[in-house]
């Protein structure tokens, strides 16, 4: 088979942008495209394939950047080993006598590179960026060959993070040729204050010494500065300033870029820089008579709504297909009010960023962590990568955290030298000289770079020893559990405590804040593939009850193989999670709205028919937008009666809006229906003009006396969903404590119906059934029952699950429908059908959560139906107003039956045949 031409392949090139709109120079040529390759497993033939490389291509095609790993490459090949790629490159420097440098944006693992046969440089990391100049081996009037060497052998002490999702193995950045003149900036940093000062500090590689001068230009020319140097040969460290009148602050909501150039001109040339920066600070502080932090943006008060982010793709793994989807990435995240992203043991792209600063997102970023022990070579190879890291994202005004380790990762040690199992009880030990290490780690980050905040160790098992920021993370299902973990960690928070740090170290007035949270793992066998709507609406409310806690992270932005607590799949389509029914117009982003109202009760109540209520209420503000007016809290109370939207009641008062943090707010006093129903008070936070700031929402089952009230001439018949006389589908069962039945595929539930005696109705005219359905969408679990899987150190690098088999799963509402339909017949005769969209679950399904009997074990949790309603044919009623009883059949098509009783779904009824 003849091999496809290497040259018709390359022009068509993934990711063609520059890799570094932060660093962007103009003369450049993007080496992205198809490169030969060939794989080799560890120790077999490293010798040979580089002189086949000087000869001819390698016998395999690979899209760069893509690791090797990934769909995207063409090579999907998940192995550790050694990858060689070679690419034949015509290119020369517009302007003549320039240097050419081959710059790398990343590589997993060890990388040797050689140009036209000659070696031009190794570097080891697989996440920091590097380059080589490689002007004295280049011929600019003919072709030349690049070979690259990656190898990628998974070792205990390479600082990996999270890659079991899917491999990053070698090239998995953009590689480009870029020139520059005999005297050149190789980099600059850029430090702001909220007065307009900007410090400049930046290195400049001189080739003689010489007069040069350095001119920034930003803004069109609206900020410009000019600095006279005289250079040495060799490295020249430059520091200057400048002001900004009138200073434009960077935040998520004005993400406002200096957008410009250094431009270093010297005898050899001129070397123009396109860079941008933002103004911004980051900080912590005091405010009023508190003894603790708040993390303040620009010197005001910020609660951080973020979200965990794996940033991975399920084809180009931890590389993006496109600019685009890195775009898009931002846009998800503040559709849904989110302000800032932790991106999860990685480093991000820098294109990524690029786009966090450009549309406004915080960034926290993780440093990568490695699994083996924390000995000499793994720290090494950890500094390494954090050194570059820093160094590369120092100017990125999003990024206002750096995070070194999470949850311990690499810090723990066995008792015997290199045991991963640790001593004879499997006991892995944080030691003393391990945080130590740690304690020294913050401390040079801090000192390299002191405008951010820097945090030790994300913590999961309460051991900080030194940090900016007190975090710590938490994975409980159902309110009760999560009120009393979240309000436990709140009061033992506070200088001095020991709580959440190791060795007797002692807390500051750090600012607390959580950094992971979210049921995915708060449930047995983890949480599945389940409704989140209605655990998030209630986690949330309890955050926001605390004056002390600055922030949240949850797990996670989107699902990815084992994990579906994502906002959305992995493939970017949507979850619904259903508040709009509560409160016109509510998503998710009211919950994440700085100034809220927050409702201090249960999500869900069971309360008596008229029963009087209080509802406690506080109000929580990280934001001065409102402060000093009086902004006016709309509530309304309603239900829904069988379709009808019915309101009981509603208000109106006014909310002095004052001041920062949490305040209470006078209790809602209202009175409940006087009837079975599920009944919503809907919360507006109104400002001047009608402008709605937040929404919000509590339940409650209201509970008579168990019979359906009737209205005048109107007689009700309930039966039980679980009364069935007879069913025929090839599954069926029952669950949420049996006030819900399902069957599987086509089938029918048979019930026998008693109408009112003549001595209580003596004529019916008309016959309405209502009941509430769903299409019953079968799970493998369904028909081969569960299947569990150990939750071992694989589940933390990603290993895969199919859901299908978990006791918890229950797809939650989102695009992919899954239909039915519904027939009712009577005696055998059909007199209806409804067609049934879909088996969904979210916060819809209150009755489906409110009588969930184990916090931590789903049972069709958050599952509902549809209100269905079959008029009866006159003629046909006329037969049962003869016979008083007639045999009731539910058949459903291909796509299966729920129906819902009393207590499960969204409706308060089982099913209701109406007659008058």
Known sequence: MTKPSLTAEASAIPRPEHPRPDWQRPDWLNLNGTWSFRFEPIGEGAGTSREDGEAKDFPERIK????????????GNNKAGIGWYRRTVTWHPEASGSRIFLHFGAVDYQCDVWVNGVHTGSHRGGYGNFEFEVTDCWDADGENTILVRAEDAD???????????????????????????????????????????????ARILAKEPSAAKLALRFQDGAVEHTEELTLVAGENTIRTSFQVAEPRLWSPETPHLYEGELRLTAASGEDAVATYFGIREIGTARFGQRDYRWITLNGKPIYLNGTLDQSFHPTGYFTYPTDEDMRDEIFLMKRLGLNFARIHIKPEEPRKLYWADKLGLLIMQDMPCFWGEPGESARTAYESEAREVIERDYNHPSIFSWIMFNETWGLKSGKAAGSLTGDESGNMNYLPETQEWVQRIYRWAKETDPTRLVEDNSACNWDHVETDLNTWHFYLNGYEKVREHVGKVVESTHPGSTFNYIGGRMQTDAPLMNSECGNVWGIEHSAGDSDLAWHYHYMLNEFRRHDKMCGFVFTEFRDVTNEFNGYYRLDGTEKDFGYGEFVPGMTLADLHAP?????????????????????PLLRSSFSDRHHGRTLNLVWELWHDDLGVRVVADRGERGVAWEDYGVAELATLEIAMPKQDVVAVLALRLVAEGGETVSRNFVAFDVRGDGTVPDSAGVHTVNVPVGSFAQQTFALQWESIQGAKASGAGAGAFAYEVRLPEREEMALIGDIEIAFEAGAKRVLARNLEGVKTSDHGIGYMHGASANVEYNPNTYYMTDEIRHESKVTVCIDGEPVGS???????????????????????????????????????????????????????????????????????????????????
């Open 595 to 615: 100034d809220f109202i927050v409702i201090d009760a249960p999500p869900s109540q069971t309360v008596a028919a008229g029963a009087k209520v209080s509802v």
């Open 64 to 75: 760069v950047p893509f690791s090797w790993s990934s769909p995207l490459s063409s090579i």
């Open 834 to 916: 409804v067609h049934l969209p879909d088996d969904p679950a979210d916060a819809r399904g209150i009755l489906s959560w409110h009588y969930q009997p184990v916090d931590n074990r789903l049972d069709e949790a958050g599952s509902y139906g549809y209100l269905c309603r079959i008029k009866v044919p006159g003629r046909i009623a006329a037969k049962l107003d003869r016979s008083r009883n007639f045999r009731l059949e539910l058949r459903a098509g291909e796509g299966g039956l729920a129906l819902y009783g009393r207590n499960a779904g969204r409706y308060p009824l089982d099913i209701q045949v109406r007659c008058r």
């Open 155 to 201: 070792g205990d002490d390479q600082a990996r993070g999270k890659q079991g999702y899917g491999e990053i193995r070698g090239i998995w950045q953009p590689v480009w040729l870029e020139a520059r003149p005999q005297s050149y900036v190789q980099d600059a940093k850029f430090r702001t204050s909220l007065d307009g000062q900007v410090e400049v500090t």
